[in-house]
């Protein structure tokens, strides 16, 4: 069955279950932002369901504001696994009202129709954020959530090693890999970073820093852009590096990397904003010896970043109480006193751009007392972040990247050819589900 719209209707596959939308709107409604969402009468009670640290402390500061619409917090797994749960939530009929979601997991549920058009609500915030922002919550010209927190990428390094070992601070991507050969002539027991295939999310961030586009809209069809030539150069150039030695190509988020990081046996490491939370809990003996700097370069001179994490607060499509849902959603996500709290409450890097000068991030990250202007760094950083589109079937992809570039690792394989292998897998898994699929 041809589908003829991107965001009415999908055959969902997740987490090891299939869930089948309809196509018709009377077993799988699609909702426009407006039936079922009239303004309420009386008090109303909305469920959110959430994973943000605290998150109960912030909607806490809502519920003694407006109590005619208090707002009860279910805290949930994220990823895969709290996707897997609306979908289900959804197709017994008793989902939430609204709920937290990665930007890279809102597609499936918009279009499993799970989640409701939000445009008319969310068009009147639009300008607090960055477009590159709204681009992450809207598809076919809806808006479909509130960018909620945000995950431009950036390097760390160790000041105390590199100034021990004569390294200079990266510039560019070619300094980068010059800089790792000098580290491994002076003590090879050392290097610069790894490159982990147990992280898609990290690698597509990269991609999208080259100028890669994973999935993107071509009228009513996907476009699948995974093996495109940005993505090409950066699976080479990291290629390149592991198989000679010169780079690690250990998972990230192991016991092994966690030591690593503590002892300085890693020097760097490309990440995302949120990464002084991460180190603290990681290496907790290097405090005060990390500081920050742009991701290095593919061309010297231009300023671009890729994303890595983030996510959104979406109002659900069975929701009776769409608007109210969207009320609390535009609070959270503008209100000055609202971002602080997810801030100091949530540790999250908020989407929204007045939200990034908040006071709660005048003052350097705890475990980088000697960065100062660590946040007002990160706001420019976020201001060249790519602008991306996400698929439909991101959890297809990031299973076949974590297969494909484990095996290239462990074979000292090709690693374009591990990008061939994580497209043909998600194209033709959106032909199974009957999309219309064109390639770059």
């Given at each position: 069955?041809?589908?003829?719209?991107?965001?009415?209707?999908?055959?969902?596959?997740?987490?090891?279950?299939?869930?089948?939308?309809?196509?018709?709107?009377?077993?799988?409604?699609?909702?426009?932002?407006?039936?079922?969402?009239?303004?309420?009468?009386?008090?109303?009670?909305?469920?959110?369901?959430a994973?943000?640290?605290?998150?109960?402390?912030?909607?806490?500061?809502?519920?003694?504001?407006?109590?005619d619409?208090?707002?009860?917090?279910?805290?949930?797994?994220?990823?895969?696994?709290?996707?897997?749960?609306?979908?289900?939530?959804?197709?017994?009929?008793?989902?939430?009202?609204?709920?937290?979601?990665?930007y890279?997991?809102?597609?499936?549920?918009?279009?499993?129709?799970?989640?409701?058009?939000?445009?008319?609500?969310?068009?009147?915030?639009?300008?607090?954020?960055?477009?590159?922002?709204?681009?992450?919550?809207?598809?076919?010209?809806?808006?479909?959530?509130?960018?909620q927190?945000?995950?431009?990428?950036?390097?760390?390094?160790?000041?105390?090693?590199?100034?021990?070992?004569?390294?200079?601070?990266?510039?560019?991507w070619?300094?980068?890999?010059?800089?790792?050969?000098?580290?491994?002539?002076?003590?090879?027991?050392?290097?610069?970073?790894?490159?982990?295939?147990?992280?898609p999310?990290?690698?597509?961030?990269?991609?999208?820093?080259?100028?890669?586009?994973?999935?993107?809209?071509?009228?009513?069809?996907?476009?699948?852009?995974?093996?495109?030539?940005?993505?090409?150069?950066?699976?080479?150039?990291?290629?390149?590096?592991?198989?000679?030695?010169?780079?690690?190509?250990?998972?990230?988020?192991?016991?092994?990397?966690?030591?690593a990081?503590?002892?300085?046996?890693?020097?760097?490491?490309?990440?995302?904003?949120?990464?002084?939370?991460?180190?603290?809990?990681?290496?907790?003996?290097?405090?005060?010896?990390?500081?920050?700097a742009?991701?290095?370069?593919?061309?010297?001179?231009?300023?671009?970043?890729?994303?890595w994490?983030?996510?959104?607060t979406?109002?659900?499509?069975?929701?009776?109480?769409?608007?109210?849902?969207?009320?609390?959603?535009?609070?959270?996500?503008?209100?000055?006193?609202?971002?602080?709290?997810?801030?100091?409450?949530?540790?999250?890097?908020?989407?929204?751009?007045?939200?990034?000068?908040?006071?709660?991030?005048?003052?350097?990250?705890?475990?980088?007392?000697?960065?100062?202007?660590?946040?007002?760094s990160?706001?420019?950083?976020?201001?060249?972040?790519?602008?991306?589109?996400?698929?439909?079937?991101?959890?297809v992809?990031?299973?076949?990247?974590?297969?494909?570039?484990?095996?290239?690792?462990?074979?000292?394989?090709d690693?374009?050819?591990?990008?061939?292998?994580?497209?043909?897998?998600?194209?033709?898994?959106?032909?199974?589900?009957?999309?219309?699929?064109?390639?770059?």
């Amino acid at each position: 069955m041809r589908r003829t719209s991107l965001v009415r209707s999908v055959v969902a596959a997740l987490a090891g279950i299939v869930l089948v939308s309809a196509c018709s709107g009377a077993d799988n409604p699609t909702s426009t932002g407006t039936s079922g969402s009239a303004a309420p009468k009386g008090k109303v009670t909305l469920t959110f369901w959430a994973w943000a640290t605290n998150i109960d402390k912030v909607v806490a500061i809502w519920n003694r504001q407006h109590p005619d619409i208090q707002v009860t917090v279910s805290t949930q797994s994220q990823g895969d696994e709290l996707v897997t749960k609306l979908l289900t939530a959804d197709k017994a009929g008793n989902p939430p009202d609204l709920a937290q979601a990665e930007y890279q997991a809102l597609p499936t549920l918009v279009s499993a129709g799970v989640t409701a058009d939000i445009s008319q609500y969310a068009q009147p915030v639009h300008g607090a954020f960055s477009d590159a922002a709204w681009q992450l919550v809207s598809f076919d010209g809806k808006t479909y959530g509130f960018p909620q927190d945000y995950g431009p990428m950036m390097l760390y390094y160790r000041t105390d090693l590199f100034h021990q070992f004569g390294l200079t601070v990266p510039r560019t991507w070619e300094e980068f890999a010059a800089q790792a050969r000098l580290l491994r002539s002076k003590d090879p027991k050392r290097y610069l970073t790894t490159f982990s295939a147990g992280d898609p999310g990290w690698f597509a961030g990269l991609a999208e820093q080259a100028g890669a586009h994973w999935w993107g809209i071509d009228g009513q069809r996907w476009r699948v852009g995974i093996d495109s030539e940005p993505s090409r150069k950066v699976a080479s150039y990291w290629g390149d590096l592991v198989n000679s030695g010169v780079l690690q190509g250990q998972p990230m988020y192991t016991p092994a990397w966690n030591k690593a990081m503590n002892d300085g046996t890693l020097l760097a490491w490309p990440s995302a904003v949120w990464g002084p939370a991460v180190l603290a809990g990681i290496a907790p003996d290097t405090k005060g010896k990390w500081a920050m700097a742009p991701l290095p370069q593919w061309t010297a001179g231009e300023q671009k970043t890729g994303m890595w994490g983030g996510s959104s607060t979406a109002v659900m499509a069975k929701s009776k109480n769409q608007e109210a849902a969207a009320q609390f959603a535009t609070w959270l996500n503008t209100d000055p006193a609202a971002i602080e709290a997810l801030v100091t409450q949530g540790s999250l890097y908020p989407a929204a751009t007045a939200g990034q000068s908040t006071p709660a991030l005048s003052k350097a990250p705890l475990f980088m007392p000697n960065q100062p202007d660590f946040y007002a760094s990160a706001k420019q950083i976020s201001a060249t972040a790519a602008a991306v589109t996400w698929g439909p079937n991101v959890n297809v992809a990031y299973g076949a990247y974590r297969d494909a570039f484990g095996k290239a690792i462990q074979a000292k394989s090709d690693f374009t050819a591990a990008l061939r292998t994580i497209q043909d897998t998600t194209v033709n898994d959106l032909r199974k589900l009957g999309f219309d699929v064109v390639t770059d």
